[in-house]
T-cell receptor, first 111, second 114 residues
Framework: DAKTTQPNSMESNEEEPVHLPCNHSTISGTDYIHWYRQLPSQGPEYVIHGLTSNVNNRMASLAIAEDRKSSTLILHRATLRDAAVYYCILKSGGSNYKLTFGKGTLLTVNP | NAGVTQTPKFQVLKTGQSMTLQCAQD?????MSWYRQDPGMGLRLIHY???????DQGEVPNGYNVSRSTTEDFPLRLLSAAPSQTSVYFC?????????????FGSGTQLSVL
């Protein structure tokens, strides 16, 4: 399975943009890039996903490198409620339903 | 629309006891799965199902059994609990488990085995 690499932790200030990086150098052509986040004492929550093009939704933006070997989750204006562990995951096609979560990036948001 | 519902939220067991963690979803999702999360770790897949009557093993299946008799329910059974099974358990579902589908997670069951 293709793996992802994320920084263990990042820090941001409230109302500033946050760029969370993810490296996935062994990504295959059919792998989707998914991002989830987990707030303290809660289950993971879907944030965004994409294949090749950049994606936007109400929660965040996903910027995907042209070679697809890296991506960046962008929170445009961080709030205290965005403090969470953010997971970057590759979801493979075919018969592989085994979604693998790494340790993610712990985002701290300072007031 | 309740989404994914897990019960109980907390459970304490003694070594050797058995129990069933319940998971139900009301979104008519074909794909359901169970994960465990240990302190400081990401989630690890235990078992998953792609439809009623169909189950398969994930990354850490030993010590756990599953069955899928209905689309809505996917219970996880611990036949003889061990302290190594102390963890937080999450159930998740998606429409068919396809690569471009998002997973919906339950709020988790915190299990302690003494």
């Amino acid at each position: 399975d293709a793996k992802t690499t994320q920084p263990n932790s990042m820090e941001s200030n409230e109302e500033e943009p946050v760029h969370l990086p993810c490296n996935h150098s062994t990504i295959s052509g059919t792998d989707y890039i998914h991002w989830y986040r987990q707030l303290p004492s809660q289950g993971p929550e879907y944030v965004i996903h994409g294949l090749t093009s950049n994606v936007n939704n109400r929660m965040a933006s996903l910027a995907i490198a042209e070679d697809r070997k890296s991506s960046t989750l962008i929170l445009h204006r961080a709030t205290l409620r965005d403090a969470a562990v953010y997971y970057c995951i590759l979801k493979s096609g075919g018969s592989n339903y085994k979604l693998t979560f790494g340790k993610g990036t712990l985002l701290t948001v300072n007031p | 629309n309740a989404g994914v519902t897990q019960t109980p939220k907390f459970q304490v067991l003694k070594t050797g006891q058995s129990m069933t963690l319940q998971c139900a979803q009301d979104m008519n999702h074909e794909y359901m799965s169970w994960y465990r999360q240990d302190p400081g770790m990401g989630l690890r897949l235990i078992h998953y199902s792609v439809g009623a009557g169909i189950t398969d093993q994930g990354e850490v299946p030993n010590g756990y059994n599953v069955s899928r008799s209905t689309t809505e329910d996917f219970p996880l059974r611990l036949l003889s609990a061990a302290p190594s099974q102390t963890s937080v358990y999450f159930c998740a579902s998606s429409y068919r488990g396809a690569t471009n589908e998002k997973l919906f997670f339950g709020s988790g069951t915190q299990l302690s085995v003494l």
